[in-house]
């Protein structure tokens, strides 16, 4: 019977979760379960859904990124700087921030496959340090239009209207970042799931020797993971700038936890017991909800951390309890 249940609650339990959540608040109040207030809810989880399917890529391979909170911070700044300071084009504010994101990428790699460093080191490494640099980038400060310059007068650019309808528009009903996020969750669904460079992630991460024997050049294949994770992250970044209409030093820090916490969650929804795209989207949506619901209830902002933490501690319980069961067979 516990075996049953432990397998039970490893597959169904995120889903399960999720439905016994919107049941609940619906009963609580009618301002939860209306179109509007999911639509909201898609919204929020937009930026931290993005941000987790980097961290998914890096653990796919049996890695893991720390570095993505920083980078997505980095992102932000240097985004609306490009905007703000230097009133470039908008094809150069949302290419160059990627860039900055496939460099961290490079980075991370040169740290983990060149030099060695475990993968949970290096990136902790590098999320002290691009954090150190896009707070010296931004002199501490947060970047908004025509801000005073500490060099003497003011900003010459502002965020134009087509970049912020990036993160505050709306497209057939949605917002655009639910959209953007909604195809980045597919596109990584099918890359992970469908393509011959998706079995070779998975293949890398379930036994990397094997992999190597099998003539996979697993450090080419790393590269790409933490590259495509950074990239990822200043995607984030771009989003978050477009949706607040500033940038804010240390945007992503708050995030990383939860986008951390989505992808584990991820791991169990319909007994995947690996990182998928499909199940980050739905660990994603499993917090966004509850936090909402708690918005709603007037709980203190304050204490949604532990509920963040309570929940990563549940999903992460119900994968070794299964993980372990079946080593024991």
Do not use: C
């Not at 931290?48 to 890695?63: M, R, S």
């Not at 003011?154 to 917002?175: C, D, H, R, V, Y």
């Amino acid at each position: 019977m516990k075996e049953k249940s432990i397998q039970f609650l490893f597959k169904y339990g995120a889903i399960a979760l999720m439905i016994f959540i919107i049941i609940y608040f619906s009963m609580i109040s009618d301002a939860f379960f209306t179109y509007g207030n999911f639509a909201d809810i898609l919204r929020s989880i937009s930026i931290v859904t993005v941000l987790a399917l980097g961290v998914t890529f890096t653990l796919v391979v049996n890695g893991f990124d720390l570095s993505v909170g920083s980078t997505m911070s980095l992102s932000t700044v240097v985004t609306a700087s490009l905007m703000v300071w230097y009133d470039m084009p908008l094809w150069l504010v949302l290419i160059l921030p990627i860039l900055v994101g496939v460099l961290v990428g490079v980075f991370n790699t040169l740290l983990i496959v060149v030099i060695g460093i475990p993968d949970l080191l290096a990136t902790l490494s590098t999320m002290y340090i691009v954090a150190g640099l896009h707070r010296t980038y931004t002199e501490g400060y947060s970047i908004y239009n025509h801000m005073p310059l500490t060099s003497g007068g003011t900003a010459i650019g502002e965020f134009s209207n087509a970049f912020l309808w990036i993160g505050q528009g709306k497209m057939l009903g949605l917002p655009v970042p639910v959209w953007i996020m909604l195809l980045l969750v597919l596109v990584a669904y099918l890359v992970l799931t469908h393509t011959r460079w998706g079995r070779i992630l998975y293949m890398t991460g379930g036994n990397a020797e094997a992999a190597t024997l099998s003539g996979v050049n697993v450090k080419k294949v790393k590269f790409a993971s933490y590259v495509v994770s950074g990239i990822f992250a200043s995607i984030a970044g771009v989003l978050f700038t477009a949706r607040v209409g500033s940038g804010q030093i240390d945007a992503g820090a708050p995030l990383l936890m939860e986008a951390v916490a989505a992808v584990f969650v991820g791991y169990s929804v319909l007994g995947a017991g690996k990182p998928n795209a499909i199940g980050t989207f739905f660990g994603a949506a499993v917090i966004g909800i509850l936090l909402n619901g708690l918005t709603i209830l007037n709980l203190p902002y304050y204490a949604f951390d532990i509920v963040k933490g309570s929940v990563l501690v549940l999903a992460l319980a119900v994968t070794y309890m299964h993980a372990k069961n079946k080593l024991s067979h």
